[in-house]
């Protein structure tokens, strides 16, 4: 059985997941009337570059090429590098090209909220809620018993339903405040991005691939043991502090981008 604890804690991690970018979404449409079409196309970006390119070339070098995929699986510390630099690149690079040619009449401070908040609000919702209401369902017809009627032909439920039984309920709690602070991750990095390409200096977009790239290095180092779990999620809390202190200080970068313009 799954225990009320870890319901309510699953309940929690959905909320975060789908409620936070909704509630940033609607306070600085009001606040600022922040484009929809920044946000819509910030959406589109992580949609494409991350879900979609991004994965195309994971699959190649993790699947199909048999050489590059035993070299990754097979030395730990290489498999993180790669994954996190291939987040970094595409999604940054995603960034660039969307501010480059599909937002070219956006450049303002406001804009690149706008566009953290489709791109940051989408993987939330994608990664954080979807898997939190599957995780949900399954902890669902665990308790109802119907489960284990699918497991006879779906093995792989077994191990699912395991990992929900054993995991403890704080677990996803954690997962949900995760989601907060890669969100504020995701912001800063999309103003970033906006603010290098208002400056010219193509510098600030291999900075921004380098910080995308050390976010997820410390995910990795949790999947392959090295770090424990609560030192990884404090450490991806304080980035998404810091992350949140760059967006609040990064108005004065703006205007004095644009009394020297």
Known sequence: MVSNETMVAIAIQFTLSIILPVVLLIFFKRKWKIPWKAVMIGSLTFLVFAMILKNLLQYYFLEVNETTS??????????????????????????????????????????????GIGHGGIEAILVGALGAFATLQIAIMINQGSLDALIAAQPALEQQ????????????????LERVAALSIQIALSILVLYGIRQRKIAILFLAILVHAAVDVMAGLYQIEVLPLMATEIIVYLLGILGLYFTIRSRKLFNKSESEG
């Open 161 to 176: 339903k395991e990992a929900i039984i054993n995991t403890p309920s704080y677990h996803f709690i954690l997962a949900g």
């Open 70 to 115: 035993d070299l990754l699986f097979g030395t730990p510390i290489l498999f993180v590098l790669f994954a996190a630099f291939a987040a970094g690149i595409f999604e940054e690079v995603g960034r660039y090209v969307s501010y480059r040619f599909l937002l070219k009449d956006h450049r303002e401070r406001k804009d690149g909220i706008a566009f």
